[in-house]
């Protein structure tokens, strides 16, 4: 009854493992979907790439004095603006921070909007698809027609228009402004999970395990959880996953664009959008090279993470 | 036919007033309407009372947003701060907007869709790899980072194009439009890669096959047709998104466009024009969503007979 295994969607055409008869020539089938999708990442280059890069952005962001000792809010004008040397590997920006540091310092911003806001649309789009499909009726149809409203403004003006409307407090701790960041993007980017899992849920819910488990008498938090959210949820996580690179990217153009995360907050988009004007552009591109890199790295091996999965969990697309 | 395209627009207007409120209730419903409509300074007194008055900001709420539609529909957006009125604006700047979205959905459907299907039919060979590495790095750059650097790279270091396009010409506007597309043309490549590939195992192009037609039949006819649905659709979403977008890439090239007013707003804190060119953006997108549905309805009869 608990054995979180199975289908997911029903193009995954493995059995629940409970099903399958034991024996010899047949403990191929017994593998169940996550088992059977962890041996496939396993055998994938690019997810081991991916690990490897998420990993050293983690700790980046986690402890970036393990990186660099230099103090990025430390700006020193006979230096300002040189080019890469010894001393400055990345070289200095016009405030004379030392780029090296302030990219290492970055991580931290994007990484945390990124990670949260996916938890975050994980979080609220798949309650409430379970509930939509689950329930289905007068509930869907409300759930679904708010769900709609949400999407059908685009995630980078919704930004604009909530981040000009009610700009974070710059006197907040940067947790707190990043919690404001991921509660906006959490708002407008949750119906398409919900939608996704509504889907996912309504194909599984049929199905005969389902059925016989309501017939021994288990209650719909039983249903969901044990039964219809562990063979449901492969298509979110995937689709959580590419989105994380999506979210970070929006953060850093909402930065670029003066919004969102500012000053003295440190972050990529901010350091990029300093560097873009067309003088610095021309004196220093050092500025706007080395945050770009990071930024484009960061989002790179979180979409290669979940093209793994993908490939993994969905055979239909190898 | 006709019931899903009536299904279709009935089915759009809540969403259009859902939208429109949201935005409505955004700005005038939580905290201060007037809060950022002056530039850095706080509002004059004499600002206020006409802000109230010309927002019906006494009446109760709804009755707000009735008479903010009712302007909206007339094609009133207000007038900015220093007295710019925002509808005559837009209307102004659309012509160079509506370029560099062409330009860029262009450069998608060309580039995009070739690149798919050449990477789909050479499956595991060095073109497939070639496209979709390439594909996968250019989605991961962000519009913002493409345009910074392609113009370092092009316009400052190369001297191929112009580095800004203030004038807004055909040419000048190629740079930022190809930026612009940047990340869709990749994606559409990745889509129609994928799209191909399934589409190349089905039932009815093995049976295609087995009729005896030739490979231009089966790929160039049965395979092709079914597969550029879901390419066409996204074309057709993102040109709604693409004026969104346009941001952005307004913003690095300079240029005088609908994004390029969005971002004087913000700059200049006039949150009559943020406020009114969003909305313009997002009503924009909802009808463009909106006239892709129904096309789908043609391409795809499978759609309306639902």
Redesign the interface.
Same mark, same amino acid.
């Given at each position: 009854m608990t054995d979180p295994s199975g289908v997911a969607v029903s193009e995954f055409s493995t059995p629940p493992a409970g099903e399958v008869r034991e024996g010899g020539q047949d403990r191929q089938e017994a593998r169940s979907l996550w088992s059977d999708a962890w041996r496939e990442l396993r055998r994938n280059p690019l997810f081991w790439i991916s690990v490897v890069l998420i990993v050293v952005l983690l700790t980046m962001a986690v402890a970036p004095q393990l990186f660099t000792s230099t103090d990025p809010r430390y700006g020193d004008l006979a230096v300002a603006r040189q080019p890469p040397s010894a001393e400055h590997v990345f070289g200095t920006t016009s405030q004379g921070y030392d780029v090296y540091a302030r990219v290492i310092h970055g991580a931290r911003a994007s990484i945390l909007v990124g990670v949260l806001t996916s938890i975050g649309t994980v979080v609220v789009g798949g309650l409430i698809g379970l509930i939509s499909g689950f329930y289905g009726g007068w509930l869907d149809a409300l759930l679904s027609?708010?769900g709609?409203?949400?999407f059908?403004?685009?995630l #980078?003006?919704a930004g &604009?228009?909530?981040f000009? !409307?009610?700009p974070p407090d710059l006197e907040d701790p940067l947790i707190l402004q990043v919690l404001t960041v991921v509660g906006v993007l959490v708002l407008f980017g949750w119906p398409s999970l919900a939608r996704l899992m509504r889907g996912a849920v309504l194909q599984v819910k049929p199905n005969d395990y389902v059925n016989a488990a309501r017939a021994l008498g288990a209650s719909a938090p039983r249903l969901i959880f044990q039964h219809i959210l562990p063979n449901a949820v492969a298509p979110m996580i995937v689709v959580a996953t590419l989105n994380l690179?999506t979210y970070i990217?929006v953060e +850093?153009?909402l930065a670029?664009?003066? @919004?969102g995360l500012r000053s003295p907050a440190i972050s990529w988009g901010i350091d990029?959008?300093l560097?873009?004007s067309?003088g610095l552009?021309?004196a220093a591109?050092h500025m !706007?090279?080395f945050p770009?890199i990071f930024?484009?790295?960061t989002?790179?091996a979180f979409?290669?993470l979940g093209?793994a999965i993908r490939d993994a969990i969905d055979p239909?697309?190898k | 036919m006709g019931s899903y395209v009536l299904r279709r627009l009935l089915q759009m207007i809540?969403? &259009?007033i859902? +939208?429109t409120f !949201?935005?409505f209730a955004?700005?005038f419903g @939580?905290?201060d309407p007037a809060?950022?409509r002056c530039g850095e300074r706080a509002c004059p007194e004499a600002f206020l009372v006409q802000f109230r008055q010309e927002y019906n900001l006494d009446e109760p709420l709804i009755v707000q947003y009735g008479l903010y539609m009712a302007k909206l529909l007339t094609g009133d957006f207000g007038e900015s701060f220093s007295g710019l009125s925002v509808a005559e604006e837009l209307i102004n700047r659309w012509p160079t907007t509506i370029r560099l979205a062409v330009i860029a959905v262009c450069f998608e459907a060309l580039v995009g869709i070739a690149a798919g299907i050449l990477a789909a039919l050479r499956k595991g060979r060095f073109l497939d790899y070639l496209v979709t590495l390439s594909s996968?790095?250019v989605?991961?750059?962000?519009?913002?980072?493409v345009g910074? #650097?392609s113009? !370092?790279v092009f316009g400052?270091r190369l001297g191929i194009f112009p580095?800004?396009a203030t004038e807004g010409g055909w040419f000048d506007l190629l740079l930022p439009g190809l930026v612009l597309g940047s990340f869709s043309v990749a994606y559409i490549a990745r889509l129609m890669r994928?799209t191909m590939?399934?589409n190349l195992r089905s039932d009815y192009v093995r049976t295609a096959r087995a009729k005896g037609l030739g490979p231009g039949r089966t790929v160039g006819v049965h395979t092709l047709r079914n597969s550029m649905i879901p390419a066409i659709t996204y074309i057709g979403y993102d040109l709604g +998104?693409l004026m969104?977008?346009a941001?952005?890439t307004e913003?690095?090239f300079n240029i005088n466009g609908i994004g390029g007013f969005?971002?004087y707003g913000?700059?200049t804190k006039d949150?009559t024009i943020?406020?009114g060119t969003?909305t313009c #953006?997002?009503l924009v997108?909802?009808l463009a969503n909106l006239l892709v549905d129904v096309l789908y309805g043609v391409l795809d009869p499978r759609i309306s007979h639902d």
């Open positions: 027609r708010v709609e409203i949400f059908a403004i685009p #980078l003006l &604009i228009l909530t000009y !409307l009610f690179g990217a +850093a153009t670029f664009l003066g @919004i990029i959008s560097a873009s067309i552009v021309r591109p !706007l090279i770009s930024l484009t790295v989002i790179l979409i290669m093209d239909k697309l | 809540p969403v &259009i859902g +939208a !949201l935005i955004m700005v @939580i905290g809060a950022g996968l790095l989605i991961s750059i962000p519009v913002f980072v910074s #650097l113009q !370092l400052i580095v800004t994928s590939i399934e +998104a969104g977008g941001v952005v913003r690095i969005l971002f913000i700059n949150g943020v406020v969003v #953006l997002v997108y909802l």
